[in-house]
Nanobody
Framework: QVQLVESGGGLVQAGDSLRLSCAVS????????MYWFRQAPGKERVFVAA????????SYADSVRGRFTISGDKAKNTMWMQMDSLKHEYTAVYFCAVGEGVVVLQTPKYMDYWGEGTLVTVSS
């Protein structure tokens, strides 16, 4: 059974940085992508970034490209997301997920496993 646990959320000020972590227990194939999604209050869950651990391939939403950096360690089954120059509008619950596909799937319904999320609050 695959379980995902996020950590690293918190309250920060606009312009600050934060690093989220996602630890995976259970077996996933490193050819699959691991994802970060976020869900702001009253809004839908949206794609943020993805990484494939076997070769380090990454993908970003346009809204975070250049500000967020996704990384991962295949041996540790762990993924991180460094978030810099945070904006108030980035306030959301951030979820990590795994989709059992070898291409990037930006739609939440195609994810196979989810963590419970970690709250990031950016004060303006």
């Amino acid at each position: 059974q695959v379980q995902l646990v996020e950590s690293g959320g918190g309250l920060v000020q606009a312009g600050d940085s934060l690093r989220l972590s996602c630890a995976v227990s259970g077996r996933i194939f490193s050819r699959y992508y691991m994802y970060w999604f976020r869900q702001a209050p009253g809004k839908e869950r949206v794609f943020v970034a993805a990484i494939r651990l076997n070769d380090g391939s990454t993908s970003y939403a346009d809204s975070v490209r250049g500000r967020f950096t996704i990384s991962g360690d295949k041996a540790k089954n762990t993924m991180w997301m460094q978030m810099d120059s945070l904006k108030h509008e980035y306030t959301a619950v951030y979820f990590c997920a795994v989709g059992e596909g070898v291409v990037v799937l930006q739609t939440p319904k195609y994810m196979d496993y989810w963590g419970e999320g970690t709250l990031v609050t950016v004060s303006s």
